[in-house]
């Protein structure tokens, strides 16, 4: 168009004469089901059965932080909301371990992992119990390490623990009753019980 035109709605109609692909569009296709496919009536094809075989092993899922872009924007960490599940590792130290505030900011056990160490951690992750407690270092709840150095052998306790929530023993935030698997929970209290991996 020339440089001096104005777009209004009265002549939308002879810019868009001039795109290029103006008449190409089609709807024979079920993506967007038109009126050769009886409008609507077949669903796009993406519900085919995978015909992969001879697959390797399963994938792990991971995310990370290249070393160089770790700390290009600042501290992640100070740029998250303080609770939830999304907080950001603190990219102002290098990387440490899972769990660390400088942790890694999701790490999902590889598959093939199950060492009880790596299924608890995972387990606190999957359940969300990372959004209120970190490994080491007060967060809204007591440091996991802290806590699994205060009941040594109580996985019972613990276990009827984290299924009630409470306060009032590190300080005034409440925790919620956790509703998780029976058995999650069990693992996590053995865990912390047998000291956190430590
Ligand atoms: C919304 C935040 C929040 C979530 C989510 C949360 N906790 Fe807590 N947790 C706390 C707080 C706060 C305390 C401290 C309560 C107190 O002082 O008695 C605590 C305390 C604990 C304790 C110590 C209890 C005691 O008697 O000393 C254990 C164990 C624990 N949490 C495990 C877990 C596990 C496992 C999960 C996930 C299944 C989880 N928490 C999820 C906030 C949370």
Redesign the pocket.
Known sequence: MPADFTLSDKNIAEVQKKMHNRDGMTTAHAMWPGNEFGSGKLKPDTHATACMKDCGPAPTITSELPGHARNVWGNLREQNRT?GPQRGADTSKPEGKLGDAAGPVKVVSPAGSDSPNSKAMAL?QE???T???NMEGKL???A?AD?AK??PGKAE??EG??RS????????????P?D?PAAD?KT??EW?AAGAGK
Not at 165 to 176: N, V
């Open positions: 609770v606190t359940l969300g119990c959004g209120c407690h809204v709840g007591p996991f806590v205060k009941y306790y613990l623990k984290i929530g409470g306060s009032g023993i590190w300080g005034e935030t409440p925790m919620p956790q998780a929970i996590i209290a912390l």
